[in-house]
């Protein structure tokens, strides 16, 4: 009776949440574009889904009924039993009528409440699964990107802050900052955004200032010294409190000083030093936010509503922002080639990638600095001079080359070490405080200006990170919505939903940043190779579905908008893709016959052995999954450009053919640019008025 009752009730599972599915992949296609048989064969299916999951739930209503009866069976038996012990004087002293609602009240609510306790908590953990399984299933690269994206960002700011107490604190600081931004902008001064912004910039100035006395002193340097894990813990927790909290309190002031520092210390991020393969198409690939990406298109709605109070305000904030973001990125790539070429690869490269390229002069007693600069000195590069590329640094007037330069450069940063931090963090962060610091404050400016970058960087890649946490949460939310048991979920205010599916968003890219700083070559690490395509494929798809808007709403003169970038988008990630799958020499089922060949050659052994099997799996992950979503974004593709035929023969336009909200006359005012004009100023003097005299009239 226990497993038929499972087997119920995750059937019933199943079929509630497969309706709404069926029903939601025919509403994304487009009603004006399907025939009637597709129409009708989908409603028999809703149909037949229907009734097997009625059929499921009313018999696992019947065994749940069945199993508390055999409780209250139990229970009454024996009570029974015990009764027969009990002599005159005990059934005087109880009383006849209280041993008769113990057998009968009694037992008949704790049967009704084993029943519910059965129906409500059973089928919950079946929810969970299913409603993920569909979930991906709807849209698996942008689910799978999602969680992928948010740990692969986390995984940026964690190699920039381990073991730094600077920046640590620093960063620790802003979340402090940010509620006493949200609080004052909201009881205190509510519209007084400069006098907030003002604020909230002191504090951070001062919080840098302390970061650097806090790494100066013996006593308390260790207190804020984290290593890799507990990073991954306290931003884990930190993301769930973020995405849990309301807006205003945390998320809404801290991203905006951040976007604003941003644009003040022109902070971007950057991908690594190498790559394997041509020019085309890898070095477009290998581009991240500040010229394509897919993240931006599928989840750059996080904000954008509570920036925007008027439509006419969307190409300022939208496509204003992206632009800031694309000069940002050529600002990090000047500040990239002010470094030494022998700073950046050392930087830049794993402590794999330096054991590799050092070959015979590695050693494992030699300090990270000294295998730095003998991988560097191995390394066949040449500068603009024609000279060979060496580790060169500069601190106050005197130039140090090889391991010297390395332990010089991190004494002006105020760091320990600066060899493998990758992510591109550390570079930027590196090339903005060496430009800095030749025009403000000097040589001794070199660690503030370090630390100032590397917190924004940071606090940037975090606001990227609640937001993914905060999409995921609404996803979820959604889906267990349409489950007739957890409606609530649906409703963004119910707390106890948000706290729910938040700790299932952040448990699932949690586990992957976690496993990636414990395992070199697990987690989030198996997966960094394929980031940059992933990224572009999903942007392929954010141009097509903006391509199937702007035809379904009668505007296909202006298709080709979307379309051009499309085209290109397209042949760069398909040719990549196409490259690292099938080609003998970069493909990953290539490296991972050599790995095979490696390991079966049975001349590896101990930790090498051990990395070997794991960089095997890793290349089959990686080729299986680089498959995965070229075959699930050419299918993608393929059904928008069967709806554009299909809406281009059927000569179906209008807003009214689509899900999109229909237009409603705003009684709102704002300005449309970021400056107001002198019209514009005086509208929004009047509307003022008007609107409080309606507020005093009630």
Known sequence: MKPLTVALMAADVVGALLVPTLAARRLNEGTAAMSFHTMTMTALQMLAVSLVSGCCAIGAGYCCS??????????????????????????????????????????????????????????????????????????????????????????????????????????????PIALIMGCYERFLRPGRVIETTILGFVLLVLAIVGGGMIAANPVLAPIFTLNAKQLVVALVLYSFAAAALPHWLLVTPRDYLSTLMKIGTLASRSNGPTF????????????????????????????????????????????????VESFTAIIALIAAVTISQGVYFSMNMSPSQIEATAGSAYSASASPEQNAAAAVSRMDVQNIEGQRMRVEWQSDGTVYTGAEALDAAAHDVGEETLVSRTGGATTFAIGMANFLRSYLGGEESMAFWYHFAIMFEALFILTTVDNGTRVARYQIGDLLGNVRRLRKFADPTWRPGNLITTFVATALWGTMLYMGVSDANGGINAMVPIFGISNQLLSAGCFMLVTVCVVKAGLGQYAWIPVVPLVWDVAVTFTADFEKIFDPQLGYFATASSLRASIDSGQLEGEALATAYA????????????????????????????????????????????????????????????????????????????????????
């Open 276 to 323: 394997s393969g041509n020019l085309f198409p890898f070095l477009f690939i290998t581009i991240a936010c500040g010229a394509l990406s897919g993240f931006h298109g599928a989840v750059s709605s996080g904000l954008t509503p509570k920036a925007i109070e008027k439509e006419n305000q969307i190409r300022m904030i939208g496509y204003g922002s992206m632009l």
């Open 66 to 175: 069945v199993l508390a009866a055999r409780v209250a069976k139990d229970m009454r038996d024996a009570i029974y039993v015990k009764s027969l012990d009990l002599s005159v004087f005990d059934f005087r002293r109880f009383g006849t009528a209280s041993m008769v609602t113990r057998t009968m009240s009694d037992v008949v609510n704790i049967q009704v409440a084993i029943t519910n306790v059965i129906m409500m908590l059973l089928p919950v953990p079946f929810i969970f699964v299913v409603s993920l399984t569909f979930a991906f299933g709807m849209d698996t690269t942008l689910a799978w990107w999602l969680v992928d994206a948010m740990a692969f960002l986390a995984l940026v700011a964690i190699k920039a802050m381990a073991s730094s107490p600077w920046a640590v604190f620093s960063l620790g600081m802003t979340i």
């Open 615 to 698: 960089s095997l799996s890793n290349a089959y992950l990686d080729g299986v999954l680089s498959v995965f979503f070229l075959v699930m974004m050419a299918a993608f593709l393929a059904v928008g450009l069967k709806t554009i035929v299909a809406t281009v023969r059927a000569r179906a336009y209008g807003d009214h053919l689509t899900s999109q909200e229909p237009f409603l006359e705003s009684n709102w005012f704002a300005p449309s640019g970021l400056i107001a004009t002198r019209l514009e100023r005086k509208v929004q003097r009047e509307f003022e008025q008007r609107h409080a005299r309606r507020a005093e009239l009630g």
